[in-house]
C-alpha cells in the first residue's frame, strides 16, 4: 500500500476537544497501517506549538494558519453559493500543500476528516478516497434553524451543507459516520443512495487515562453536603450551552428549593460572556478551562448531559462513565452508545420535573449511584477502547479492504 493523506480540519493535537479526540485517534491509526502526510490548520497560539508532534508521526505535514475572519468567510460564502462552513475553511497554502504532496509522494489514499476538508481532493486524484463526516452536520445547523436560531442563515447552512455532504458520498470509495444512528438519517437525507458506501464507525475512550484509580478528587466538591452536578465540554459550542442554560434556569431553581447547597460545576474552555456572568447564579459554578477536568469528574455526585440538540456520540458522556461515576443524561446524548438505561447511565427526557426527580434518586440512593458508575466504567472498559476502533479501521483502509474501486 502506498502512503496516506491525511486531511483535517483543526490540528489534532492535544485531544482535548471532541473533534480534536477523533482525528487524533484516527490519525494514530492509520499511521500504524502506513506512511501519513498531514495537512491540518491552526487557529491559536497553542495550535501553533503543536508543529513537533505532527513532524514525530507524519512523513510531511502542513500546519497552515487560518486566521479568516467569520464575516468575510460568510460574503465569499454568499459569492460562490457555498456553505459558510467550507468558506472559512479555504486557504490557497492547503490547495498547495495537497498539490505538492500528491505530486511527489506516491499517494494510495486520501483520508478527509470531516466535510470542510472535502473541497481539497484534485478533481483529477485516481487512488482511494475515505471520508470522514463524523456526524450529519447538514441536520445540526437544520435543527439550529427549527429551534429559532438565525432562522434564515442555518436553513441556508444546512440545505448547502446537505449537497456537499452529497458529492462526497458520491466521490469517497467509503463514508464514515460516527454511529448507525447517524448512518441512518444520512442515508435518509442524501436519498439516492446508488453507489455509495456509508458505514459507522465509532468513538473509543483512553479508559486508562479516564480512571478514577488515583485522581484527587477536587477539593471544591468533595466536602460539600448537597449534590454536587458537573457538566463538562467545550463551552462555546451552541449545544453545550444551551445544555447549561437549561440547567441554570430550569433546573437549578426547583432543586435548591430543598437542596439549598446543590451546586452545578460547568467546566469547560471557551464559556461566552453570557455563561461567565452567571457564575454564582443558584449555585452555578463556572470554572472555564482548567488543567484537568479527572478531579471534578472524581467528585460529583452526578454527571449531567442535558443536551437538547445531540449530534454522534459524546466524549463527555464516556469520559464521565470511565470514571465510573453515574450519568444522568437525555436521549439525544445517549445517542451512539449501545449501553443499558437505568444500568449503565439514567436516561430521561428534558424536563425539569423528571430531571429532580432523577436527581434525588440518584443522590438519595449513594450505593445504587456508586453500582451505576462502576458498571458504567466496566461497559466501556469492555466495549468502547480505541484499540478496538483501530481494528477496524485496519479492516477497513488496509489493502485489500472492501470498498468501490477508484477507477
Not at 483543526?10 to 476537544?17: A, E, G
Not at 503543536?50 to 510531511?60: D, F, M, P, V, Y
Not at 478551562?289 to 472524581?298: A, S, T
Not at 449513594?366 to 479501521?393: D, K, T
Request: aromatic share 6%.
Amino acid at each position: 500500500m502506498g502512503d496516506i493523506l491525511f486531511l483535517g480540519h483543526r490540528v489534532p493535537f492535544p485531544p482535548d476537544r471532541g473533534d480534536k479526540i477523533r482525528s487524533h485517534h484516527l490519525l494514530k491509526g492509520l499511521a500504524r497501517i502506513a506512511p501519513v502526510h498531514v495537512g491540518t490548520f491552526a487557529e491559536t497560539p497553542a495550535d501553533r506549538m503543536r508543529k513537533g508532534e505532527l513532524a514525530a508521526l507524519a512523513k510531511t505535514h502542513a500546519l497552515i494558519d487560518r486566521q479568516k475572519p467569520l464575516p468575510l468567510a460568510g460574503l465569499q460564502a454568499v459569492v460562490t453559493n457555498r456553505p459558510v462552513s467550507l468558506a472559512a475553511f479555504d486557504h490557497a497554502a492547503m490547495r498547495s500543500y495537497v498539490a505538492k504532496t500528491v505530486r511527489n509522494h506516491r499517494i494510495d489514499t486520501i483520508f478527509v476528516f470531516s466535510g470542510q476538508m472535502g473541497q481539497y481532493i484534485p478533481s483529477d486524484f485516481g487512488g482511494r478516497i475515505i471520508v470522514d463526516l463524523c456526524d450529519v452536520d447538514s441536520a445540526k445547523f437544520a435543527a439550529y434553524a427549527d429551534s429559532g436560531q438565525r432562522r434564515w442563515l442555518n436553513r441556508r447552512e444546512a440545505r448547502l451543507l446537505a449537497r456537499e455532504e452529497q458529492r462526497l458520498a458520491h466521490r469517497a470509495d467509503m463514508t464514515f459516520l460516527i454511529s448507525d444512528a447517524e448512518v441512518g438519517l444520512f442515508r435518509q437525507q442524501i436519498g439516492d443512495t446508488a453507489g455509495i458506501d456509508v458505514r459507522s464507525l465509532g468513538n473509543g475512550i483512553d479508559a486508562a487515562f479516564f480512571a478514577p484509580d488515583g485522581i484527587t478528587p477536587s477539593e471544591h466538591l468533595a466536602e460539600a453536603e448537597d449534590p454536587q452536578l458537573v457538566f463538562t465540554g467545550q463551552m462555546d459550542y451552541p449545544p453545550n450551552i444551551a445544555a447549561v442554560e437549561w440547567m441554570i434556569d430550569e433546573v437549578m431553581p426547583r432543586l435548591r428549593q430543598h437542596h439549598p447547597r446543590a451546586r452545578f460545576h460547568v467546566v469547560g474552555r471557551a464559556a461566552p460572556a453570557r455563561l461567565t456572568a452567571r457564575h454564582g447564579e443558584v449555585g452555578t459554578r463556572v470554572w472555564g478551562e482548567v488543567p484537568d477536568v479527572r478531579p471534578f469528574l472524581r467528585a460529583a455526585d452526578i454527571v449531567v448531559a442535558p443536551l437538547l440538540l445531540a449530534r454522534g456520540v459524546q466524549n463527555k458522556v464516556l469520559e464521565a462513565m470511565a470514571m465510573a461515576r453515574p450519568v444522568l443524561l437525555t436521549p439525544g446524548a445517549a445517542t451512539g452508545i449501545d449501553a443499558q438505561n437505568a444500568q449503565h447511565f439514567l436516561v430521561r427526557e428534558a424536563n425539569p420535573a423528571i430531571w429532580i426527580e432523577a436527581i434525588d434518586e440518584l443522590f438519595g440512593q449513594p450505593a445504587r449511584a456508586a453500582a451505576m458508575g462502576a458498571e458504567a466504567r466496566r461497559y466501556v472498559v469492555g466495549n468502547l477502547s480505541w484499540e478496538s476502533v483501530y481494528r477496524q479501521l485496519a479492516a477497513l483502509v488496509s489493502p485489500g479492504a472492501a470498498g468501490r474501486d477508484a477507477a
